[in-house]
């Protein structure tokens, strides 16, 4: 599985907001998206997953252009920016309708992801009374309940306490021991660090460094988390 | 049910839920959107009644005359004042207003989740486009069950058209009218048109902005009042303006055929620009 990213442009409105992109990233991978507030990195995300489309250039899953080939990845998890569900519903209810929608996954399986990011797959609570660290969590959960090949997070660990930020790290590490392909957005330079195995840095609409993050960092952060 | 036809089945119980019971109360102002001219013709013909110039209650058909007539065609002179039809244009353009923003709002919300796991731009375009066609079904079944309900508070629900009611408050002549032909003007032409400009006017919403498409869409029922021309929509659903009511009129089967033709259009077009469609995320509007 990898997602390869060819001289991709988006011009919106005039402006460019991705300019010249090359990427190609592979399975088994946690991918960083490194960069100040307005940089691209949301927009590369959208890409990624075919919810906008290159002005010049192309974007490709396993080498199926999407747009062309596909309308979106056919195994993707995605939570960009806030996440979105019904309000009159309650976690559970709102990743039982998404998860309906394949049908791949029974009941159990969604209570375990909502298990997983820790919280409770009974809780009565509508979607509106939840604060801005539980709607994150069941954002999460939405984008890994299926297992999918591809998940795209995009400040993952935003609004999400400390015991929030282990389960997030748990959750990629189990990801990417089950071989899929993480791309993630990150403001935090350190928890970046501790999450990735490759960052990439973004200005002005382009890729302008990568840096491959070393096992040994990973791990003695990892031992922190243990501890 | 093959997976397809699953996930269509998925979408279409969503946008019930979301696009019509999430959004029960646009619907109770279609209530009173036919109650008070029903209630104004009602209490109309009572007097009418007492007074001797008419002989019985409103039918079904006479409320139908009232409320869809619109104006006659506009020929502006120095002695002729430009009157807005405002009966036919609140139905109208409320329409628009509940058929509005909900597709394209959908997608800031959780339809975007929704629309990663259909796979197709397509599928869930024509899904939406359903959804706009069981929201004009409904609007309207709204306004003819509140017809009836005073019709038959009135003891009347002849589907005839009463030719004294239709002369005295309607200032229209229907005696020569085949009954038929008048009841496929006033219920089936509506309803179609109306379906057509729902699917124009989400398109436009995605190629502009819902508020845009609105306001659009409102300004085109305006026009359609001044301007006596088949090009514009609203002349089609003008009682007054269908050839059964004036000689040169818009005859009932071109009317159909037109706006069966402007909502193709809409859904083909729609359908082209949605499969490029940048998805950003929106507030809803």
Request: overall charge neutral.
């Given at each position: 599985m990898y997602i390869e990213l060819k001289d991709v442009t988006k011009t919106i409105k005039g402006a460019t907001?991705?300019?010249?992109v090359s990427l190609r990233l592979e399975s088994g991978k946690v991918c960083g998206l490194q960069g100040k507030n307005g940089c691209g990195k949301t927009m590369l995300m959208r890409c990624m997953c075919g919810l906008i489309h290159p002005t010049k250039g192309s974007v490709s899953i396993n080498g199926e252009i999407l747009?062309?080939?596909?309308?979106?990845?056919?195994s993707v998890g995605v939570l960009i920016e806030n996440p979105a569900f019904?309000?009159?519903?309650t976690g559970f209810h709102n990743l039982k309708l998404l998860a309906?929608?394949?049908?791949?996954?029974n009941d159990e399986q969604i209570r375990e992801s909502i298990r997983k990011v820790g919280l409770d797959p009974d809780d009565k609570r509508k979607y509106r009374k939840y604060s801005l660290g539980m709607k994150q969590r069941l954002g999460i959960a939405a984008a890994i309940m299926e297992e999918p090949e591809i998940v795209i997070l995009d400040e993952p660990i935003n609004a999400l306490d400390e015991k929030g930020v282990q389960l997030v790290r748990g959750i990629l590490r189990e990801l990417k021991e089950k071989g899929a392909l993480i791309v993630i957005a990150c403001h935090d330079k350190e928890e970046m660090e501790a999450l990735s195995d490759e960052i990439y840095t973004m200005e002005e609409g382009r890729i302008t460094g990568c840096l491959t993050v070393s096992t040994a960092s990973q791990q003695e952060m990892e031992a922190e988390d243990e501890t | 049910m093959n997976k397809n036809a699953h996930i269509f089945a998925k979408l279409i119980r969503h946008d019930l839920s979301q696009g019509v019971l999430r959004c029960w109360w646009k619907y109770v102002f279609v209530i009173f959107i036919f109650a008070v001219p029903c209630g104004v013709l009602f209490l109309c013909t009572k007097n009418g009644i007492r007074e001797g110039i008419v002989t019985s209650q409103a039918s079904v058909t006479d409320y139908l005359i009232y409320i869809l007539k619109g104006i006659r065609v506009y020929i502006p002179t120095p002695d002729t004042k430009f009157e807005v039809p405002i009966l036919w244009l609140i139905v109208y353009v409320y329409l628009a207003f509940v058929a509005g923003s909900y597709p394209i709002d959908d997608l800031a919300l959780s339809g975007q989740q929704i629309l990663l796991r259909t796979q197709k731009r397509v599928q869930w375009w024509l899904g939406k486009c359903l959804w706009i066609v069981l929201n004009a079904i409904i609007f309207f079944a709204i306004g003819y069950a509140v017809i009836i309900c005073f019709a038959s508070v009135g003891g009347n629900l002849s589907l005839k058209p009463s030719n004294d009611i239709v002369r005295v408050y309607c200032e229209m002549d229907v005696s020569g009218v085949n009954t038929g032909s008048l009841l496929a003007a006033v219920t089936v032409l509506p309803l179609i048109t109306a379906i057509a400009l729902s699917l124009l006017q989400t398109t436009l919403a995605i190629i502009l902005k819902p508020i845009y498409a609105f306001l659009l869409i409102a300004c085109v029922m305006v026009a359609s009042a001044y301007f006596f021309t088949w090009v514009l929509p609203g002349n089609h659903i003008m009682l007054l303006r269908n050839a059964l009511m004036m000689d040169g009129g818009i005859p009932t089967p071109f009317s159909l055929a037109y706006m069966t033709v402007l909502a193709l259009a809409s859904i083909i077009v729609g359908c082209v620009v949605f499969r490029r469609y940048d998805i950003l995320n929106k507030e809803p509007s």
């Amino acid at each position: 599985m990898y997602i390869e990213l060819k001289d991709v442009t988006k011009t919106i409105k005039g402006a460019t907001v991705l300019e010249d992109v090359s990427l190609r990233l592979e399975s088994g991978k946690v991918c960083g998206l490194q960069g100040k507030n307005g940089c691209g990195k949301t927009m590369l995300m959208r890409c990624m997953c075919g919810l906008i489309h290159p002005t010049k250039g192309s974007v490709s899953i396993n080498g199926e252009i999407l747009g062309k080939d596909l309308s979106f990845p056919r195994s993707v998890g995605v939570l960009i920016e806030n996440p979105a569900f019904i309000d009159a519903y309650t976690g559970f209810h709102n990743l039982k309708l998404l998860a309906s929608i394949q049908g791949r996954i029974n009941d159990e399986q969604i209570r375990e992801s909502i298990r997983k990011v820790g919280l409770d797959p009974d809780d009565k609570r509508k979607y509106r009374k939840y604060s801005l660290g539980m709607k994150q969590r069941l954002g999460i959960a939405a984008a890994i309940m299926e297992e999918p090949e591809i998940v795209i997070l995009d400040e993952p660990i935003n609004a999400l306490d400390e015991k929030g930020v282990q389960l997030v790290r748990g959750i990629l590490r189990e990801l990417k021991e089950k071989g899929a392909l993480i791309v993630i957005a990150c403001h935090d330079k350190e928890e970046m660090e501790a999450l990735s195995d490759e960052i990439y840095t973004m200005e002005e609409g382009r890729i302008t460094g990568c840096l491959t993050v070393s096992t040994a960092s990973q791990q003695e952060m990892e031992a922190e988390d243990e501890t | 049910m093959n997976k397809n036809a699953h996930i269509f089945a998925k979408l279409i119980r969503h946008d019930l839920s979301q696009g019509v019971l999430r959004c029960w109360w646009k619907y109770v102002f279609v209530i009173f959107i036919f109650a008070v001219p029903c209630g104004v013709l009602f209490l109309c013909t009572k007097n009418g009644i007492r007074e001797g110039i008419v002989t019985s209650q409103a039918s079904v058909t006479d409320y139908l005359i009232y409320i869809l007539k619109g104006i006659r065609v506009y020929i502006p002179t120095p002695d002729t004042k430009f009157e807005v039809p405002i009966l036919w244009l609140i139905v109208y353009v409320y329409l628009a207003f509940v058929a509005g923003s909900y597709p394209i709002d959908d997608l800031a919300l959780s339809g975007q989740q929704i629309l990663l796991r259909t796979q197709k731009r397509v599928q869930w375009w024509l899904g939406k486009c359903l959804w706009i066609v069981l929201n004009a079904i409904i609007f309207f079944a709204i306004g003819y069950a509140v017809i009836i309900c005073f019709a038959s508070v009135g003891g009347n629900l002849s589907l005839k058209p009463s030719n004294d009611i239709v002369r005295v408050y309607c200032e229209m002549d229907v005696s020569g009218v085949n009954t038929g032909s008048l009841l496929a003007a006033v219920t089936v032409l509506p309803l179609i048109t109306a379906i057509a400009l729902s699917l124009l006017q989400t398109t436009l919403a995605i190629i502009l902005k819902p508020i845009y498409a609105f306001l659009l869409i409102a300004c085109v029922m305006v026009a359609s009042a001044y301007f006596f021309t088949w090009v514009l929509p609203g002349n089609h659903i003008m009682l007054l303006r269908n050839a059964l009511m004036m000689d040169g009129g818009i005859p009932t089967p071109f009317s159909l055929a037109y706006m069966t033709v402007l909502a193709l259009a809409s859904i083909i077009v729609g359908c082209v620009v949605f499969r490029r469609y940048d998805i950003l995320n929106k507030e809803p509007s």
